[in-house]
């Protein structure tokens, strides 16, 4: 069974930390691994990561994906209030000629000021 | 603007009532998809579809109906719906998988509130 897993699933810091999300998955016919960031409304779209070790950047996030050990993380620099919000990470594989994602059960960041 | 539009935002009905909620996206996205977003459960994929006429099963399927006659509408039909369907529901599409990235850029609706008393 497919499984992603997210921890910790709950975090509460103060403004200026440093913070690391962690998404570990078994997944079978792996293709790519998201991130998003859910606050009152729709998931939004932060990263996607394909390849190992390549790490992708935006502003004061970043994230980075083994393949080899089967996780990734999600960092946030110098956190504001405005990062405060679920982040998903959730995996696309690839079944029967078609795409589907698998989604972690997110971790509820909460940065306060 | 680019966007995923679901109707109704908010929906308070009976069990057994059947009911849909519409689905649009302006996009001309080949893949399309319904979730359900539960607490502690996280996002759960009921079905999706790859194309107009091709949908498949996601992992949360029963209970629920699906169509893709046109590419920008797929809407989420709940024949008999049961307490248990009670959920916050989201559409999302994306460009065609088979191109590089895969599902990378999924644009999600705004989402619909479904209560089943």
């Known amino acids: 069974e497919d499984k992603v897993v997210q921890s910790p699933l709950s975090l509460v810091v103060h403004e200026g930390d440093t913070v690391t999300l962690n998404c570990s998955y078994e997944?079978?016919?792996?293709?790519?691994l998201l991130w998003y960031k859910q606050e009152k409304k729709a998931p939004t779209f932060l990263f996607m990561l394909?390849?190992?070790?390549i790490e992708k950047k935006s502003g004061r996030l970043s994230s980075i994906l083994d393949k080899k050990e089967l996780f990734s993380i999600l960092n946030i620099t110098a956190t504001q209030t405005g990062d405060s919000a679920v982040y998903l990470c959730?995996?696309?594989?690839?079944?029967?000629?078609?795409?589907?994602?698998?989604f972690g059960k997110g971790t509820k960041l909460t940065v306060n000021p | 603007e680019a966007q995923v539009t679901q109707n109704p935002r908010y929906l308070i009905t009976v069990t057994g009532k059947k009911l849909t909620v519409t689905c649009s996206q302006n996009?001309?996205?080949?893949?399309m998809s319904w979730y359900r977003q539960d607490p502690g459960l996280g996002l759960r994929q009921i079905y999706y579809?790859?194309?107009?006429?091709?949908?498949d099963k996601g992992d949360v399927p029963e209970g629920y109906k699906v169509s893709r006659k046109e590419k920008r509408n797929f809407p989420l039909i709940l024949e008999s719906p049961s307490p248990n369907q009670t959920s916050l529901y989201f559409c999302?599409?994306?460009?065609?998988?088979?191109?590089?990235?895969?599902?990378?850029?999924?644009?999600f609706g705004p989402g619909t509130r479904l209560t089943v008393l």
């Open positions: 999302a599409s994306s460009p065609y998988p088979g191109l590089a990235g895969g599902l990378g850029t999924q644009y």
């Open positions: 997944v079978t016919n792996f293709r790519s």
């Open positions: 394909t390849s190992s070790g």
């Open positions: 959730a995996v696309v594989k690839t079944q029967g000629g078609s795409e589907k994602l698998v």
């Open positions: 996009m001309n996205h080949e893949y």
């Open positions: 579809s790859m194309n107009v006429e091709v949908t």
